[in-house]
């Protein structure tokens, strides 16, 4: 049965049709549901000596879940993360567990073992999960001892560690396991290699110059009679500044002269007490409470 209408009717029926268009189109209502990410996105970005590390990757949470030969199998290639593949970029050239690899951006892949994980470096940064993965492209495959945590780690994690003036550790965090790898740069060549430019050419001797490779040598536990001579040099050439003779100080302790080194350090504490460097006062107090337990004389 059809029903014809009149013209007022059929335009009284568009007119409706266009209101409810209208109200879905203000109503505000989203064309889809957006949820947050299960695994969200991280970065990281760390200097190691002179190299800038950038770690770029996703993290997904156990939720309940038995991950390490479970959601994670044993002896399996593994994206290192979820979704796109983890991203590690070094500025400059780099070592990972003593093997050379070129300044770059590299995806993270590793093949988890209950004892030790085989960590991989491949040149495609492509990937999606680990289809695709050649291993002709690896730069660096090294085994790594892995380590049972103590600490619940819910999200998995990588970060960079115990950083020094050269070199830190990438650690992988999760569950109850940890498994770290290290990371050296050149930093250290390049530093030595001024300190022996520097110290060749008299016009360049400064006292600033001189404390500062006597720092380097201090921080990097090198040769402390040189140390001390270079240190020695500085406040001949600007005088007594209560910050370079804390660093003597220190250089005559680590050469266990503690006579000394509590000697000097006072003066350096009565220098910082008149430029109201309550810093360098508290620090040289502590350091000669040190040091005294040593020389109980002083």
């Keep these: 049965m059809y029903i014809r209408l009149n013209s007022n009717a059929m335009s009284r029926c568009r007119n409706i049709g266009l209101i409810i268009l209208t109200l879905f189109a203000s109503s505000g209502l989203p064309a889809q549901i957006e949820t ?14 002179f190299t800038k590390v950038n770690i770029n990757y996703s993290r997904p949470s156990m939720r309940q879940r038995i991950i390490f030969d479970n959601v994670v199998p044993y002896g399996k290639l593994w994206r290192t993360g979820a979704n796109e593949c983890t991203t590690m970029a070094f500025s400059e050239d780099v070592r990972i567990g003593g093997e050379y690899v070129p300044a770059g951006k590299y995806s993270l892949l590793t093949i988890p073992k209950s004892d030790k994980w085989v960590v991989i470096l491949n040149l495609d940064t492509t990937l999606i999960g680990t289809d695709g993965y050649v291993s002709d492209q690896d730069i660096v495959r090294i085994d790594v001892k892995s380590e049972i945590l103590h600490d619940h780690v819910e999200t998995f994690t990588i970060d960079i560690g115990e950083v020094t003036q050269s070199t830190a550790n990438i650690r992988i965090l999760w569950e109850n396991t940890i498994v770290k790898f290290l990371v050296s740069t050149d930093a250290d060549r390049k530093v030595m290699k001024q ?3 520097s110290m060749r050419d008299p016009i360049t001797k400064v006292g600033q110059m001189y404390y500062t490779a006597a720092n380097y040598f201090f921080n990097t536990h090198r040769d402390m009679d040189q140390a001390l001579e ?69």
């Design 230 to 298: 270079w240190v020695n040099k500085s406040l001949e050439i600007n005088g007594n500044q209560y910050w370079v003779l804390r660093l003597k100080s220190q250089i005559l302790a680590e050469k266990s002269d503690f006579r000394a080194a509590i000697r000097v350090a006072r003066l350096s504490m009565d220098l910082a007490e008149k430029d109201q460097q309550e810093g360098f006062v508290q620090m040289n107090k502590k350091a000669i409470e040190q040091w005294q337990k040593m020389h109980p004389h002083e």
């Design 36 to 49: 947050p990410l299960l695994s969200p996105r991280a970065k990281i970005e760390q200097e190691v000596g």
């Design 195 to 197: 300190i022996e430019a």
